[in-house]
Nanobody, 123 residues
Framework: QVQLVESGGGLVQAGGSLRLSCTAS????????MGWFRQAPGKEREFVAV????????DYADSVKGRFTISRDNAKNTVYLQMNSLKPEDTAVYYC????????????????WGQGTQVTVSS
């Protein structure tokens, strides 16, 4: 069983930064691509970013390109999401997830999820 634990959320003013972390249990972390999703109140959970198992390729939702950076440290079983120039519309619960196969951009392709961490951006 894989467990994913997110941390780093909080309250920040618009224009500020936060770094989210997601640490995975188990010994196979480095074999899987990892993604970040977010869910705002009343909305569907949406794709934010993905990083391949090697860290060599990354992709982002258009809404966060140029502001967010996904990275990983396989020695620490941890994936990060650096969020800069935050906007009120970035307010959501952020989830990390392990990619299990298929499209990188849809939640049904991810087989393990963290519990989520709240990010609130005030205007």
């Amino acid at each position: 069983q894989v467990q994913l634990v997110e941390s780093g959320g909080g309250l920040v003013q618009a224009g500020g930064s936060l770094r989210l972390s997601c640490t995975a249990s188990g010994r196979t972390f480095s074999s899987y691509s990892m993604g970040w999703f977010r869910q705002a109140p009343g909305k569907e959970r949406e794709f934010v970013a993905v990083i391949m198992w090697s860290g060599g390729r990354r992709d982002y939702a258009d809404s966060v390109k140029g502001r967010f950076t996904i990275s990983r440290d396989n020695a620490k079983n941890t994936v990060y999401l650096q969020m800069n120039s935050l906007k009120p519309e970035d307010t959501a619960v952020y989830y990390c997830a392990r990619h299990g196969g298929g499209s990188y951009y849809v939640k049904r392709s991810y087989d393990y999820w963290g519990q989520g961490t709240q990010v609130t951006v005030s205007s």
